[in-house]
């Protein structure tokens, strides 16, 4: 049957709508081959004398029977309308926020608790094939254990989406369901701590940003090592892109990391006093979003769960307190004040308060510190200079400074967490959980940005090879009639950015010429 037969009366199609995107439509009057016209009736009884070129027909849309089909695959017509009122027919009517599309999950983040994440339902789906069930993030997790104990092969599971989709809670869910359904008597605190990585590495690499109060700025991929039994051993974690921008700058209505806020909110405690801070207001570095406070979050009762886990994971009080003084004197450090002294200088003044409490606490001397936040050093191969710099130079090199001192705070840490959840025994298997941060368009994206828009562009062109190519080349070669899907191929972005004379090919050389 042509396609252009299905386009008679009283079937139905997608018309798009600039308010709504996709607007249903009844067809009234049998379409022929050539109509310039196909006569429809919107919703609200609206008649429409709709225009259609040929080769490109409005969509059709699926019978009343598979709305809110849970699976998109088993759909008669999948195209964006009728996945977009599937989606919405499922999470508005029927208050699911979980759709299958073969192997892939769709998650529509409800932006608020829902009570479908407690042991029990953990248990229910434990041992369940995937399609036995309503579709949930435990349904895939125990579909990757499965696998992995039935074929001894390791397993991945790829999280992404943009950003404030809700990624780092799905990764969380993961992992938790592997804890708690391969809890072994003899390791009873390994799976705690895998689980209690989570709250540290959010506290260091999480923020609020216009989009996600609990945005993760860094992309995490943890690998769960599992014994011949197939119970957690351990995890070791990797981190990737971290957003240190974030640190010296906040745009409206975001925030800095989370452990400045609750080292702030906890100022006043008895332990912390010899830090000299104060609220958040009083610093440069995380007062710049205008947003200090998250409504619902209590920084100084997640000050107390942070330390918690630090403790569980074997990380004692001596070390938390190393960490804390090396935040604190980077929020001291923000606040330098860095005065003009003519066009071509710049100088600190000794009595800076916070420049003497930034060296108090890192154990250096004031005056090296004021002369070289203004001052460079220039090595060539036959001498080396030492040049004042303006204060914009100065500020930059005080901000970049803070930069590096977080970036290296960060992977220390991330590393002692590695150290703890160590493991004696051999690897048998592993499941890798990757969670890759948003991609965002802002009106001027920065470096760090770009790289991450770069990785999603490349964990895309990694989706359709596996989901598109490869699946579809599989039926040419065994000779199943097929109908060629087309996708879109982003390869042509990828190589604008990487292949020879890319953006990043050129920033090289832009910057070997400064």
């Given amino acids: 049957m042509a396609l252009a037969e299905l386009y008679t009366?009283?079937?139905?199609?997608?018309?798009?709508?600039?308010?709504?995107?996709?607007?249903?439509?009844?067809?009234?009057?049998n379409y022929k081959a050539g109509d310039r016209f196909l006569h429809v009736q919107l919703e609200d009884g609206t008649e429409l004398n709709y225009p259609v070129d040929p080769a490109a027909?409005?969509?059709?849309?699926?019978?009343?029977?598979?709305?809110?089909?849970?699976?998109?695959?088993?759909?008669?017509?999948?195209?964006?309308?009728?996945?977009?009122?599937?989606?919405?027919?499922?999470?508005?009517?029927?208050?699911?926020?979980?759709?299958?599309s073969g192997i892939i999950l769709v998650a529509i983040n409800p932006y608020k608790q829902l009570p479908i994440y407690g042991d029990a339902i953990i248990h229910a789906y434990s041992g369940q094939n995937m399609g036995d069930m309503d579709p949930h993030i435990f349904a895939v997790a125990e579909?990757?254990?499965?696998q992995m104990a039935r074929n001894n092969k390791n397993q991945s599971i790829i999280v992404s989406g943009e950003s404030g989709a809700g990624k780092t809670v799905?990764?969380?869910?993961?992992?938790?369901?592997?804890?708690?359904?391969?809890?072994?008597?003899?390791?009873?605190?390994?799976?705690?701590?895998v689980l209690a990585s989570n709250p540290i590495t959010e506290a260091v690499g999480n923020a609020k940003t216009t989009r996600n109060d609990?945005?993760?700025?860094?992309?995490?991929?943890?690998e769960i090592s599992f014994d011949q039994s197939y119970q957690i051993i351990g995890a070791n974690m990797r981190t990737y892109l971290l957003e240190k921008s974030r640190v010296v700058f906040q745009s409206e209505n975001e925030r800095n990391y989370h452990i400045f806020y609750q080292l702030c909110a906890s100022a006043m405690q008895p332990e912390y006093k010899h830090l000299k801070l104060g609220s958040a207001e009083e610093f440069n570095y995380t007062r710049m979003g205008g947003s200090t406070v998250i409504e619902g979050i209590d920084d100084r009762a997640n000050m107390v769960e942070t330390q918690k886990t630090f403790a569980l994971l074997g990380l004692k009080g001596d070390f938390q307190m190393d960490v804390f003084k090396m935040l604190a004197a980077i929020l001291h450090l923000g606040n330098v004040e860095i005065a003009a002294a003519?066009?071509?200088?710049?100088?600190?003044?000794?009595?800076?308060?916070?420049?003497?409490?930034?060296?108090?606490?890192?154990?250096?001397?004031?005056?090296?510190?004021?002369?070289?936040l203004c001052h460079r050093k220039i090595i060539t191969t036959s001498e080396t200079v030492v040049k004042p710099m303006t204060r914009a130079q100065a500020v930059n090199a005080r901000d970049a400074l803070a930069k590096k001192i977080y970036s290296h705070l960060f992977d220390f840490i991330?590393?002692?967490?590695?150290?703890?959840?160590?493991?004696?025994?051999?690897?048998?298997?592993?499941i890798g959980v990757l969670d890759i941060y948003g991609?965002?368009?802002?009106?001027?994206?920065?470096?760090?940005?770009?790289?991450?828009?770069?990785?999603?562009?490349?964990?895309?062109?990694?989706?359709?090879?596996?989901?598109?190519?490869?699946?579809?080349?599989?039926?040419?070669?065994?000779?199943?009639?097929?109908?060629?899907?087309?996708?879109?191929?982003?390869?042509?972005?990828?190589?604008?950015?990487?292949?020879?004379?890319?953006?990043?090919?050129?920033?090289?050389?832009?910057?070997l010429v400064i």
């Fill in 143 to 146: 579909e990757a254990y499965k």
């Fill in 342 to 372: 003519g066009d071509e200088r710049s100088s600190i003044s000794m009595e800076d308060k916070h420049l003497n409490i930034f060296c108090e606490l890192l154990g250096l001397n004031c005056d090296k510190m004021s002369r070289w």
């Fill in 57 to 100: 027909l409005p969509p059709l849309r699926n019978p009343d029977i598979l709305v809110g089909e849970n699976d998109l695959t088993a759909l008669s017509y999948l195209h964006e309308p009728a996945v977009l009122h599937n989606l919405k027919v499922r999470f508005v009517e029927s208050k699911l926020i979980y759709t299958y």
């Fill in 9 to 29: 009366q009283y079937n139905r199609v997608w018309i798009p709508d600039n308010e709504e995107v996709w607007q249903s439509a009844e067809i009234t009057k």
């Fill in 170 to 193: 799905s990764a969380r869910y993961t992992m938790r369901y592997f804890a708690t359904v391969s809890k072994s008597s003899s390791n009873a605190h390994v799976e705690d701590k």
């Fill in 214 to 222: 609990n945005s993760s700025r860094f992309g995490k991929y943890t």
């Fill in 414 to 430: 991330v590393e002692r967490i590695n150290q703890a959840l160590q493991f004696s025994g051999k690897q048998h298997t592993f």
């Fill in 439 to 511: 991609f965002e368009t802002f009106d001027v994206n920065s470096f760090e940005q770009f790289c991450i828009n770069y990785a999603n562009e490349k964990l895309q062109q990694q989706f359709n090879l596996h989901v598109f190519k490869l699946e579809q080349e599989e039926y040419m070669k065994e000779d199943i009639p097929w109908t060629l899907i087309d996708f879109y191929d982003n390869q042509p972005v990828i190589d604008l950015i990487e292949a020879k004379m890319g953006i990043l090919e050129l920033l090289d050389e832009e910057c």
